[in-house]
Structures are given as structure tokens and as C-alpha cells.
């Protein structure tokens, strides 16, 4: 069968590519995971295209991969068994905003950073934050998250409902615009974090929130890696109400300096954001600053300025982009282990020591209000040590955070990287997922070889 | 074959009964919904013995409901296939408390009052609260909320980990303790709001809250019932940290002045509460006196005391009772439709009229911050007109909330008393339901006639 002139039958021939740009464009993600083409891409415009792809694809048993910016550190994207890769991007309408209801209804497609942008002249914004310009549909795949989720949530805890296209072409949406129910199974919750293997996410009812009055950055310096992160562990149980906890470590921050033309002191620092009202803030700066006097600070400082607030996060953002710059040969493994808060310490603790013992180019940096943190890893992947050591490492961490009531990965998703794992984390549980995604997806046809089999 | 023979095989006899009085118990909830017998009831005291007996009702075919403490207002516990009622009352271990963590680890049959006189000493609470004294694991089936959803989240937001034995007698941890987690399908979501139909859950990790350093209770009395609707999106519209808002109205406010021995103004009322660090209060209560200014107040109070805001909540909770003792021979039908916020206020001088139209005594209260409202309605079930009246105006008020980007349930959950909605709520979504409900209960042992098929 020839699949591109099937397709041409049921989506306009312009937006049907096997041109080698295109193909390129979407064989690869922003990891090391390596390159695989699509067969084809198609650039639906409409749920309908979408549902008319998906009962062709069902049909054939061709496998179908969701395709948002190709963003995803753990390979979602790349079309392994080859098949369709189906970009979303034109899908990327902002089409409701509830300004009452606090809720927005976009496109799959629409960005992160696109949906911000349009809100702003709302008074109102969209709070999960991961690093990269991905997708909200992507977002809700892998249920991302990011620097506000210790305040406001991951992206599956944003969702009101959604679109989505089964792999039988059938359309549904997974909740209401109530903002709580116990209608039904809990459909939007299941989908979130699915990574495209149990359908086509379409469109979301995503919850936004008011731009508060006044906000706080403020920057905590230690002479001393442990104590650094002992503070994070004192000021999340304090009761604070921080809208932003992360913490970078030396490494990362000589890269914040050399590439965001800053100059912080290189030592362990923890970044902070408080938010809301001007009052609140100031009685909330004092008691940080009380909880944090028994500690040896080299720096503390706060930063009302909204210039200044910005172009910090904006480089806490841009870590993992600098790591690649300052390694151009090199490729980056990202570690994204989450754990309860009272083992936070000792698990970046015991990071540190692998770390070393590894002998890469790497930095901890983290969302550690969650009790997430990263490992950014830089390896060269033609040299068969170092692949060795990346892996060996990744490894280590991973089952430590197993061994400590953890999970694997608490924002990056499964894919393909942390698939060995998912036996290992979730025991009996692993065969109730293949048994759901067997029911869903009988042929097996969305995102084949990513998180369950 | 005899079952009681079979179970006294796997369990200890003294904890499985035939007794008429046993049975009797086990046979209704707390609803208008006829009463119908298990064959036998059974008090596992551990995840094994609860496998054991799943095991045992896979092979045989046999019904199995989880019974914790009757409470449900949908017939969720009543076995109308009959079978065994599986009563989860002796699983009522507090296991631990971590308080770093900010989680405790329970038995599904400890009640959230016993939780909460438990964590009172750790200077903890637990913010999910129904009205009913229910089980924590009944709470999970139903997805349940109450007055502090608002600010804390509802069942579902608060779960981090269940054990849940499936119909196989399999037993798996739909989670981790982390506070976030992308690995794997997002089983605790699903199991919560599945009331007993995909299997038992058995123990819980839950997340729990300090006490707040402080809390004002306020109310608001209103001259005219539009105009509280109107105050109450307008206050939750207005970013305000409400930690409560709960909408009573006039014939409410006089079911607990005469039952509560109350002297309440008998109008239509809004009852908050605020918590939080002192000042926070002070300057919280002053824009909520601002933002009602424009309103006809006849009275608006706050409250400190702690003794008197327990006393107020306590009335608030016990309302459905209060309704129960005032028409002894009548039985209550409870609506529990929750809509966008932009629909609030159409939709509840929509219920009144119906109400008016019905002729049934009822009044209408509601967590009006969520968008959730419950008209309370006694009938006598004996009298075919009140029947047909009380039926005809849940109706009424479902497909108000259904035409309105509502859920016909944003708490109580669908058991039997929903389940007529739910096709048309959920469209084709209800078939993927169906789909998966047999995938992971092919026997269709568990709780069979609720939710679906």
C-alpha cells in the first residue's frame, strides 16, 4: 500500500511531506536518544483530519506518532516503527478565554509561551513552565511540569478536559468545564501523561490563573553544598507559600554566568519566588530570612525589579540549552528522579557523589520544592566509556530514587529512556497498564514502543 | 454452591455473617434508594484476606461491593445483584504519619474523623470533608470533596498512592510517594471515582495540610436570594484566598436554627472562611468587605472564636440531617450538579424556580466556590405525585447543568442515581469507559450495576 496516496485521499496534498527537511525535522527529539524516521508527515488542521488519519492508520496497522515541537528529553516523538508523524502545529488556536471562569480552551498545537503571551492583556497567565517552547498538547502527554508546580500544580492538575481522537478515529472529550466532578471515570487524568499511546490529544480546557499583584525573587548563596540543600528541606515543611523553590549547584551556575552574561557567586544557590499580595510578601521575605539564619549564607538578596525577576528565570530556564553550548560534540542525558521531601537531601547528596564518580561534565539543578531534581549530563556518544558512564549513572539514580519511595521520572515522561524502569517502579501495576493500553489501542497503532508495549 | 462455605475456607467465621441484623445493615445508604440484601457480609482484616475473597468471587462469578460506611447519598454500597458485601470497617489502621512529608499512609475503612482527631496532635489536618462520618477508601471511590475543595482540592487532587486489589485478587500501588510523578499510566486517577466498579482499595497515601496559624469564619446575610448568587461569583471572581464559601438558603438557615439551636437570620446566606497567617486575615477581610459593599447586606459578621466557627461548620455539615428529622416519613433525594462559575448564578435562580414548581419542601445550599450546589428535596416515597415531583426535578436540574458545560455530579459520584446521565454527559466517552471497565473486570464482579456497565 502506498500510505502517502491513501492519505492524499483524506488531507490535502500540501499538507502531506515526505521532503528530506521535513523528515529530518521530525525524526528526532531534544535528547540523545537517536534519530528515526517518519514515513510520512502530516499537518492536520482540523479534529476531523486528525479522526480521518486515525481510522486510515487503524485500518492498515500503520503507527501513528503525535508530533508537538519536538521538545521531549525521552524520545516520545521519534517514530521508531516508522509511520506517521502528525504534527499538530497548525492546530494552535487560542479559543476561549474565561475570564470568569478562569479557564482557557486552545489547540493542541498552541505553545506554552504563545498561550502566555495572549493571556497577559487578560490580567491572567498559565503556570506550568517547563523549559522548552513545547506544545500544551505535548505538555499534556508527558504531564509535564515545571518551577511553579510546587504552587499551582502539573499540567494533568490544569486540565478541565480534553479533546481527543481514539485510534479508532472516534472523538471524545475526557471531562466538563466544572471545575471538580465524579461523572465517570476519571478519562482526563488517564490521557494526561499517555505520551500519544492511547490517542491524539486535539484540544484543551486548560485552568490560568490571575497575574498576582506583586511578586518576590530572591537568591539564597551557601558556602556548602549540604547545607544548601538542607535549607530546602527547612523552608518547604516551614509552611511558606513559595510559588518557586530551585536549586542550582555551582556547576550550573558558572553556566548561568557564562552564557546569560550574569555574574552570581558560583556556589550552591537556591532560587526563590514568592507571589501575591505586597503585604503577604514582605511578612513572607521576613520569616525566610529568620529559617534561614542558622545557615552560613554567603549571599542573601531580594529582587523586586520585574527586568531583573525575568531574566533570572529566564536563565534558570535555559540551563540545560547552555549545558549543550558550552558541549557542542556532546550529547545530554537528564536525570528526573522525584522523591518525598524527607529524602530529598540525602538522595542530591548521594547524586553528587555518582556524579563525581562518573567523572562526566554534569550540573544538579531542580525543582526541589517537588522533590525533583535533574541531573544534567554531558556525554560524547561515540565514545563507548562515556555512553558507559551516562548510563551507569542514569541508572544509579534511578534506582535509588526506586529504592526511597520514589518514581523515575517526575515531569521529563517515560518514552523510550525510562522504559527499562516502569517494571521495576510499578510492579503488577505495569500489567494493568499494557492491559489498558491493549483495550484502547487493540491494533496498537499510537506512538508504538513508548512507555508500555 | 454455598458460598458462606467457601469464604469460611479463606477468612476467620467470626468475620463472616449471615445475621439478619448484619445484613440489614449492609442492605441501604444513606439515600432514597431501595434497599436490596448481600448474601453474606465479610470484615477482611488484611489486603490478603481481601485478595483472597476477590479471587475466590472471580472464579464463581460472585458480586462484590465495598461497603465502608453506608454514607453514599447514589446507592453506590447497595447490592442489588446481591453477592458479598465486602465491609472494609476493620482496615482502620493510621500507619504512619510523615510530617516532612506532609503525608499519612491509612487503612481504606479509617473515617476522616478518626483521621482527623488522629492529626491533631501533629498540628495536621485533613481537608477532604464530606458531611457524612465516611471511610477514607469510600471518600476515593466517590472522588468525594466538601467545603474546603475550594482551597484544598478534592479527593482525587489529595491522593498520592492507593493499594488496590484487583477483581483477579492481584494486588497493586497505583503510585508512589513522591508529590509528582509522569512514570506510568495515571492509575491512582482513574481507581479514584471508579466507586468500587474496577476493584478495592485497601490502603491510602493521602496528603495532609498544617493547622493553619489562623482562621475567621465570616457571614454574610443577604435581603434578596439574587443578590447572594450575584456576591458569590463576584467574591470568587475577585482572587480572594477563601479557604470556604457555602451558600445556604432562607428555608436552610431555618433548619438549623431549629435544629442547631441557632438564632441565624433566617435570609439567604454566605458562610467563609479565611485561614492563614494573622494579618494576611485582616487585610483578606477587608477587601471582602469592599468587594460587598454594593450589595444590600442585612448583616455581615466575623467570627474568631474558635468554639463558635466550629459550631457554625458543624451546622453547616449536619444540614442533610436537619432536612431528615424535620420530614421523618419523608426520604431525602439530593441533586449535586456543579457548572462553570460564569453559570453559576443563572443556574441556581434556575433551581429555585424549579424547586418552587415542584411543590416539595427543599432548600438549596451549595460549595458555590466550585461551582457545586445541592437542592436538599424530602418525598414521600409512598406518594406517586411526590415521586414523579422529586424525579422531574432532578431532571430538570441535571440537564440544566448538562446544557451548561456542566457534570451532573461534582461529588456525590453516579452509583445508580446518575447513571441514566451518564451517556448523555459523557457521549462516546461512555463507551471507552465501558471498554475499560471490561478490560480490567472482564467477570464483571465488582459492584455491577454502578457507574457502568
Not at 481514539?166 to 472516534?170: A, D, I, Q, T, V
Not at 551516562?390 to 544509579?396: M, N, S, T
Not at 526506586?402 to 520514589?406: C, E, K, N, R, S
Given at each position: 500500500m502506498d500510505i502517502v496516496k491513501e492519505l492524499n485521499k483524506l488531507i490535502h496534498p500540501g499538507r502531506i511531506s515526505t521532503a528530506a527537511a521535513v523528515i529530518s525535522q521530525h525524526n528526532h527529539d531534544a535528547s540523545y536518544h537517536p534519530a528515526a524516521n517518519p514515513d510520512v508527515v502530516v499537518f492536520p488542521e482540523n479534529t476531523q483530519e486528525v479522526s480521518a488519519v486515525l481510522s486510515f492508520a487503524s485500518e492498515h496497522g500503520v503507527p501513528v506518532i503525535p508530533f508537538g515541537k519536538?521538545?521531549?528529553l525521552e524520545g516520545h516523538a521519534i517514530p521508531y516503527e516508522g509511520g506517521i508523524s502528525l504534527d499538530l502545529g497548525l492546530m494552535n488556536e487560542l479559543k476561549t478565554v474565561g475570564d470568569k471562569d478562569g479557564h482557557v480552551v486552545v489547540g493542541a498545537g498552541l505553545t506554552q509561551f504563545q498561550l502566555n503571551d495572549a493571556l497577559k492583556k487578560h490580567g491572567l497567565f498559565f503556570s506550568v513552565d517547563p523549559g522548552a517552547e513545547a506544545t500544551l498538547g505535548g505538555m499534556a502527554g508527558t504531564n509535564a511540569s515545571g518551577s511553579y508546580t510546587v504552587k499551582y500544580g502539573t499540567m494533568r492538575d490544569n486540565i478541565l478536559d480534553m479533546e481527543v481522537v481514539?485510534?479508532?478515529?472516534?472523538i471524545i472529550h475526557t471531562g466538563s468545564k466544572a471545575v471538580k466532578s465524579s461523572s465517570g471515570l476519571h478519562l482526563s487524568g488517564l490521557f494526561a501523561g499517555s505520551e500519544g499511546?492511547?490517542?491524539?490529544?486535539?484540544?484543551?480546557?486548560?485552568?490560568?490563573?490571575?497575574i498576582p499583584e506583586a511578586s518576590v525573587a530572591a537568591r539564597a548563596v551557601f558556602n556548602d553544598f549540604e547545607e544548601a540543600v538542607t535549607a530546602v528541606v527547612r523552608l518547604r515543611t516551614a509552611g511558606l507559600d513559595l510559588a518557586r523553590i530551585e536549586f542550582v549547584d555551582a556547576a550550573s551556575v558558572a553556566h548561568v554566568n557564562?552564557?546569560?552574561?550574569?555574574?552570581?557567586?558560583?556556589?550552591?544557590t537556591i532560587f526563590f519566588e514568592l507571589n501575591g499580595e505586597v503585604e503577604h510578601l514582605q511578612?513572607?521575605?521576613?520569616?525566610?530570612?529568620e529559617l534561614l539564619k542558622p545557615f552560613h549564607l554567603a549571599e542573601f538578596l531580594t529582587e523586586t525589579d520585574q527586568t531583573s525577576q525575568e531574566r533570572l528565570w529566564d536563565a534558570r530556564h535555559n540551563l540545560a540549552y547552555y549545558y549543550i553550548q558550552a558541549a557542542p560534540t556532546?550529547?545530554?542525558?537528564?536525570?528526573?528522579?522525584?522523591?518525598?521531601?524527607?529524602?530529598?537531601?540525602?538522595?542530591?547528596?548521594h547524586a553528587r557523589q555518582a556524579v563525581e564518580e562518573s567523572g562526566l561534565e554534569a550540573g544538579i539543578v531542580g525543582h526541589v520544592g517537588d522533590g525533583n531534581f535533574h541531573i544534567i549530563a554531558m556525554a560524547d556518544f561515540e565514545d563507548a566509556n562515556e555512553v558507559t558512564a551516562?548510563?551507569?549513572?542514569?541508572?544509579?539514580i534511578v534506582d535509588y530514587a526506586?529504592?526511597?519511595?520514589?518514581t523515575c521520572t517526575g515531569e521529563h515522561g517515560v518514552g523510550i529512556g525510562k522504559k527499562s524502569y516502569q517494571s521495576k517502579e510499578h510492579g503488577t501495576a505495569y500489567d494493568l497498564m499494557r492491559t489498558i493500553k491493549q483495550a484502547i489501542d487493540p491494533r496498537g497503532i499510537m506512538n508504538p514502543g513508548k512507555l508500555v508495549d
Open positions: 519536538g521538545s521531549s481514539l485510534p479508532s478515529g472516534e499511546t492511547l490517542g491524539v490529544i486535539t484540544e484543551l480546557t486548560l485552568r490560568v490563573y490571575p557564562r552564557f546569560a552574561n550574569a555574574s552570581y557567586i558560583e556556589q550552591p511578612h513572607q521575605i521576613k520569616r525566610m530570612e556532546k550529547r545530554m542525558l537528564v536525570t528526573d528522579v522525584c522523591l518525598p521531601i524527607s529524602e530529598l537531601a540525602d538522595s542530591i547528596l551516562a548510563k551507569q549513572l542514569h541508572k544509579e526506586l529504592a526511597h519511595d520514589g
